[in-house]
T-cell receptor, first 114, second 114 residues
Framework: TQLLEQSPQFLSIQEGENLTVYCNSS?????LQWYRQEPGEGPVLLVT?????EVKKLKRLTFQFGDARKDSSLHITAAQPGDTGLYLC??????????????FGRGTQLTVWP | NAGVTQTPKFQVLKTGQSMTLQCAQD?????MSWYRQDPGMGLRLIHY???????DQGEVPNGYNVSRSTTEDFPLRLLSAAPSQTSVYFC?????????????FGPGTRLTVL
């Protein structure tokens, strides 16, 4: 069972379009992170959200943490080919025997065509 | 400042062979971890360490051993390689065990077990 479900799994769009990808869970998370991974490289952190309802902007990328802290979304405005990559969300296990674990979703593979 | 380094970049093993994947970081980070990435599966945590001398299991620890004798190094040992361990392996580190910190990933080791 995947703790963090990401959708869609694949997204292929034209340059200039807007898009939203989602990260959902049945569990409450104290924080969520979004990473982007390019082929042949390790993931790179984009943002960390820690407060329910929080919205963070990073140029054309807008990240939102759900009020109940069970979900998050990433919205990209006017996508560019340079946005192409695998987008991963990640959240920590906060208590009990799994304290210290960071769980990742399966990712959304985004392709932006010129 | 090299960040997180991993060696080798590529490795081919035969079933039953053993080997060690090396990971080192020069940022004096407390927390280090190993993930494997398979197509469509995102990143799955194998083992992690919150400091020198302290290690714990992640989601998929079977067939792998780790040790953390120094802050800098966190090697991953495959005891008897199996084809199911064919994967891309990533090492990551962060400054503390608090999982709101940025995880810095190495470039990965691509392992094929025949």
């Amino acid at each position: 069972t995947q703790l963090l479900e990401q959708s869609p799994q694949f997204l292929s769009i034209q340059e200039g379009e807007n898009l939203t990808v989602y990260c959902n869970s049945s569990s409450v998370f104290s924080s969520l992170q979004w990473y982007r991974q390019e082929p042949g490289e390790g993931p790179v952190l984009l943002v960390t959200v820690v407060t329910g309802g929080e919205v963070k902007k990073l140029k054309r990328l807008t990240f939102q943490f759900g009020d109940a802290r069970k979900d998050s979304s990433l919205h990209i405005t006017a996508a560019q080919p340079g946005d192409t990559g695998l987008y991963l969300c990640a959240g920590p296990a906060d208590r009990g025997s799994t304290l210290g674990r960071l769980y990742f979703g399966r990712g959304t593979q985004l392709t932006v065509w010129p | 400042n090299a960040g997180v380094t991993q060696t080798p970049k590529f490795q081919v093993l035969k079933t039953g062979q053993s080997m060690t994947l090396q990971c080192a970081q020069d940022m004096n980070h407390e927390y280090m971890s190993w993930y494997r990435q398979d197509p469509g599966m995102g990143l799955r945590l194998i083992h992690y360490s919150v400091g020198a001398g302290i290690t714990d299991q992640g989601e998929v620890p079977n067939g792998y051993n780790v040790s953390r004798s120094t802050t800098e190094d966190f090697p991953l040992r495959l005891l008897s390689a199996a084809p199911s361990q064919t994967s891309v392996y990533f090492c990551a580190s962060s400054s503390t065990w608090r999982l709101t910190d940025t995880q810095y990933f190495g470039p990965g080791t691509r392992l094929t077990v025949l």
